[in-house]
């Protein structure tokens, strides 16, 4: 089956750093991504991961580790606008890289001042 | 550049009417997904299109709802005889093809809320 696991809320404070955990168990896997969505609007694409390790990009990071069935988005200094909810998705191996995603419930995110 | 765009962005039907939901996706995008989001969930997969051929529709609830796209652009996901389970946010994403530096990923647009009494 398919299934992806993550919190479903956080708190934080303005300035901190905050680490949002995924974890996937799926019937094939061919990249994980992360997305933002604020209240009322569409997801937007944070990061992408297909192989282990960590990708960098600006404030925010995303790791891997195929081998766990295992992400995190890490999101540094954090500032009020980064109250959102949090999106892990993986793509399966159908269609190679056409494959349609699978999402988590998503984990919303609120920084206090 | 323009984004993905859906119309309308609400629909209120009455329980038993049927709905065309419409996307217009980025230009170019070869592939065309539709997604239902329930509140306070992830978007749940419906099908989707590589230019017009449908490569999958597992996704689809049951035969009530179809989806196409006759000329490899604009997507038309349609209810028939809807019942209020159908009451979700439906949206729509496109592909952008060889932008490997994203993971080829998907781009959203701002979604249909369809309220059915």
């Known amino acids: 089956g398919q299934n992806i696991d993550q919190p479903t809320e956080m708190t934080a404070t303005e300035g901190a750093i905050v680490q949002i955990n995924c974890t996937y168990q799926?019937?094939?896997?061919?990249?994980l991504f992360w997305y933002q969505q604020h209240a009322g609007e569409a997801p937007t694409f944070l990061s992408y991961?297909?192989?282990?390790g960590l990708e960098e990009k600006g404030r925010f990071s995303s790791f891997l580790s195929r081998s766990k069935g295992y992400s995190y988005l890490l999101l540094k200094e954090l500032q009020m606008k980064d109250s959102a909810s949090y999106l892990c998705?993986?793509?399966?191996?159908?269609?190679?890289?056409?494959?349609?995603?699978?999402f988590g419930k998503g984990t919303k995110l609120s920084v206090k001042p | 550049g323009a984004g993905v765009s859906q119309s309308p962005r609400y629909k209120v039907t009455k329980r038993g009417q049927d709905v065309a939901l419409r996307c217009d996706p980025i230009?170019?995008?070869?592939?065309l997904y539709w997604y239902r989001q329930a509140l306070g969930q992830g978007p749940e997969f419906l099908t989707y299109?590589?230019?017009?051929?449908?490569?999958?529709k597992s996704g689809l609830p049951n035969d009530r709802f179809s989806a196409e796209r006759p000329e490899g652009s604009i997507s038309t996901l349609t209810i028939q005889r809807t019942e209020q389970r159908d009451s979700a946010m439906y949206r729509c994403?496109?592909?952008?093809?060889?932008?490997?530096?994203?993971?080829?990923?998907?781009?959203f647009g701002p979604g249909t809320r369809l309220t059915v009494l």
């Open positions: 994403a496109s592909r952008s093809f060889g932008d490997s530096g994203r993971g080829d990923t998907q781009y």
């Open positions: 799926t019937s094939g896997f061919n990249g």
């Open positions: 991961n297909v192989l282990d």
């Open positions: 998705a993986v793509r399966g191996i159908y269609g190679g890289s056409q494959g349609n995603l699978i």
């Open positions: 230009s170019g995008h070869v592939s």
């Open positions: 299109f590589n230019y017009e051929a449908q490569q999958d």
